[in-house]
Nanobody, 114 residues
Framework: QVQLVESGGGLVQPGGSLRLSCAASGSIYSIVIMAWYRQAPGKQRELVAS???????TYADSVKGRFTISRDNGKKTLYLQMNSLKAEDTAIYYC????????WGQGTQVIVSS
């Protein structure tokens, strides 16, 4: 059973930065596509960014140029560097496999507010 543990969220002012981390268990981590998702209050969960085992990345239009997804397969850890944060980035952020989903972790909350 794969377990996902997200961390690194917090309260940040508009224009600020945060780096999220996601620690994963499981033996197939290095060969699957991993992704960050987010769910804002009252909205559906959405895909933010994804990365293949080899490091190819895709991003939602809303975060292109501001967010960077990366992974360390040896540490089974996924990262999301978030720069130039906006109020609309406020959400709970989750990591998971893509498109096949494992059980969700608890997520990490990001609040962008002055």
């Amino acid at each position: 059973q794969v377990q996902l543990v997200e961390s690194g969220g917090g309260l940040v002012q508009p224009g600020g930065s945060l780096r999220l981390s996601c620690a994963a268990s499981g033996s197939i981590y290095s060969i699957v596509i991993m992704a960050w998702y987010r769910q804002a209050p009252g909205k559906q969960r959405e895909l933010v960014a994804s990365i293949t085992g080899g490091g190819s990345t895709t991003y939602a239009d809303s975060v292109k140029g501001r967010f960077t997804i990366s992974r360390d397969n040896g540490k089974k850890t996924l990262y999301l560097q978030m720069n130039s944060l906006k109020a609309e980035d406020t959400a709970i952020y989750y990591c998971n496999r893509h498109p096949t989903i494992w059980p969700w972790g608890q997520g990490t909350q990001v609040i962008v507010s002055s």
